[in-house]
């Protein structure tokens, strides 16, 4: 059977955000990635599923390379960019530095990675698996480097900030959002959203 996406179903999970960087013949691009997840620890890899035909996709298969950037719970404006158009059409990476978002150039992968980030991690292309309606990317990382920050937490659609005490989870160790354990991310104000229109709208390819 099917989960679709946005369904009760899909909704159940709590995931992180990953902010993927690439460069390919899309150019220097970045989406945002719920499906994200660290599968070894030694080597360490990580885990990326990414739809077809995206300028993501693409971008791996040519470089053989992404990047990583873990969203922070102060990123959720990077995260709606990010995951908002699509590198096909879109600069997305001018529209977040007209932001006031902060990329530097990785040291390993050729790839911006963003400021800012709970974890940033570059990673080198080891598998590609076909997985259903997505391809997973699986990346050796091969340089890591990690902030203060907390993930921003992605649940039922909305974006929370994790709990500040360990003790916010009950007895099994289950995050309760409904307790208060978890305080929701502001959204954008109107006048943040009108702007981030515009701006998508300069940088069209």
Known sequence: MDIQWGSEGAHKFTTNVGLITSSGPHGDNIMAAEWTHQVSYSPGLIMVNVGFDKATE??????KEFGVSLAAEDQNIVSSVAGGSSGREVDKIAVLKELGVEFYRAKKINAMMVKGASLNMECKLVESIKLGDHMAFVGEVVEMS???????????????????????????????????????????????RERIRKLVEKHKK
């Open 58 to 63: 693409e971008n791996i298969k040519a470089s």
């Open 146 to 192: 990690l902030s203060d920050k907390k993930s921003i937490l992605y649940h039922e659609g909305k974006y929370y900030k994790g709990p500040n005490d360990a003790r916010q989870t009950d007895a099994k160790g289950v995050m309760q959002f409904a307790s208060g354990g978890c305080e929701p991310v502001q959204k954008p104000s109107d006048e943040m």
